[in-house]
């Protein structure tokens, strides 16, 4: 459910830009999101069709890019591959890590029309 | 046209809450977020650790989707408790807090409670501003939560398994509990507490009276013996 107060919240980054930008319509939308975040991607989808209903993004496109989680160890330095359930450093044996990456939420672009002639898609 | 942005989503959020623990800890006021599903004791928790806390006075801010229930519950024996009615939304957000904080005496508070609203996902995604997140995890709930929720239990600085005194009644296997945690974090604290009961509340007690020396440092005016 938490998808809904995200995509709220993309939507304010997005106006936000398009605003900046004099854009009279935006049509596509890129996410990066990172895996530790629990994003369903359906969810999110219909998230946004709902929060961009009567607004100059309703009908955009979602493109989400999945970024996959890495660690750091706190004892040993060593990054790694840290799973949804697991957080253990390969070489320590021990889960006492800091996210690297893989746990941010970033709108990474937009596509926007300006005027009435660059609309057509 | 194309645009590259590089917005962090949840920037506005992170600010408040970076905001809220300043002012709280400036203070001398440690922030509790109590996390949990429906059901494991988070009220009844606050009911019996705000008594055990002595003189130290304690604020209260209660999430629910709706009614003013349980800030009506621990209204008695707190400084001053807000309920705030998340209506759609399954968890708080700091600007709410940044809003609640409003209503408080920052200057006359030893601690904030906030009970969030009863979930075990979407909470431990939202930073409130506070200094410590406690996960209340109850015995009837089964021995797979950890595994299944794990993001919340990643984030915890302890983890009360709640309604110890109903333990023996729950198929339960805490060993397991203890190996799914292991592998999100080796630092975190368990403690197995029975609200009703009064079972290890000193061992709470003391936790929160340590972390609050910890955290908020020469800013705490009191400081149990």
Redesign the interface.
Known sequence: ??E???AD??L??VLS?AAQ?G?ESVREVV?EVGK???IIPDVMQNAWEGVTKDTIAEGSKLVMEEVEPLGKCNRCGREFSVE?????CPACE???CEIVRGN???????????DDE?KQD | MKVKAVKHILEANDEAAIKNRKRLTDAGGLGVNFISSPGSGKTTLLEKTIPALGDSKVGVIVGDLQTARDAERVSGMAVESVQINTGLSCHLYANQISEALDEFDLKDLDYLFIENVGNMVCPGEFDLGENVKVILYSFPEGDDKVAKYPTIFKVADIVLMTKSDIKEHCSFDMSRINGDLKKLNENVKVLEISSQRGSNMSDWIDWLESQRVERVGKAARFVSE
Not at chain 1, 84 to 88: K, L, Q, R, T
């Open positions: 459910m938490h809904f107060s995200i919240e993309l304010n980054q830009v930008n854009a996410l530790l975040r629990l949804f359930d697991s957080y253990i021990v889960a006492d941010d939420i970033i709108l990474q672009s937009l596509v926007m029309d300006q660059d």
